[in-house]
């Protein structure tokens, strides 16, 4: 089971993201590493989990307030690590485009982002599926989705059916209201989803609490975690992510 660190990109600095709060969010404060700056951020957390992946949220281009490309490009260049990238993608260009401009990237296509039914169909059928990712962003407990989504209005298996059909491979279920807290993860949330789907490899994200829930996801068999604010503060460590791996 992989442990994938996350960085939240706002401004050309890496932020403390809480509960998807995007207003309060402050530059991150860490004792992996003196700096925001996102080069810095992102080589102390890929020391600590050993990893070759990192995802990147830009914040900026989820908010339809310009991106953060250039500063994505020198992260990749000085650390050569594969980024999920989550640029508020909502359709095949937009894809097509991060894929070009960022070599081996994944690209995450967030419910919140989604454009249409048409554009989740153009990116499953045109795109490898190795190079993208599907995110349920869950805002109290229901699916975040602009009006016209195929994801509006529908339950967590019923989202996951829409991605069954559409033969998608990687899921992430982020909870943004637990994103930060150390709430603790929806366990049954992803049960539910593997009994679903059992084909698709799922991630989980937001709430993470203790190293005894990195245990109980590999023992249901989860895919990966991705996890920022617990690293920070040392709930999980390298010396756990290497107990998870024996």
Not at 158 to 181: A, P, Q, R, S, Y
């Amino acid at each position: 089971m992989q442990v994938i660190p996350v960085m939240d990109l706002l401004d050309g600095l890496i932020v403390r993201a809480y509960r998807g709060e995007r207003d309060k969010y402050s530059p991150i404060e860490s004792p992996l590493v003196n700096s925001p700056h996102p080069v810095k951020v992102a080589k102390a957390l890929l020391h600590v989990t050993g990893g070759s992946d990192l995802y990147v949220a830009d914040l900026n281009a989820i908010q339809d307030m310009e991106d953060n490309l250039e500063v994505l490009q020198k992260v990749r260049k000085e650390t050569m690590a594969t980024l999920w990238i989550d640029a508020g993608t909502g359709c095949l260009d937009e894809v097509l485009y991060l894929m070009s401009e960022i070599p081996s990237c994944k690209v995450v296509v967030g419910s919140e982002t989604l454009e249409s039914s048409e554009e989740l169909e153009k990116i499953a059928r045109k795109c490898p599926m190795d190079r993208v990712v599907f995110s349920l962003d869950i805002k109290e407990g229901k699916i975040l989705t602009r009006e016209g989504s195929p994801f509006w209005g529908v339950s967590l298996e019923e989202g996951i059916d829409l991605l069954k059909e559409v033969e998608w491979e990687k899921v992430i279920i982020l909870t943004l209201d637990g994103v930060g807290t150390g709430s603790g993860l929806p366990l049954q949330m992803y049960e539910r989803a593997i009994q679903r789907a059992p084909e698709i490899s799922f991630y989980g994200g937001g709430g993470f609490s203790s190293k005894n829930e990195l245990f109980a996801l590999k023992k249901l068999n989860m895919a990966g975690l991705l996890v920022a604010t617990a690293l920070h503060e040392g709930r999980i460590t390298k010396k756990d992510i290497e107990e998870l791996a024996s």
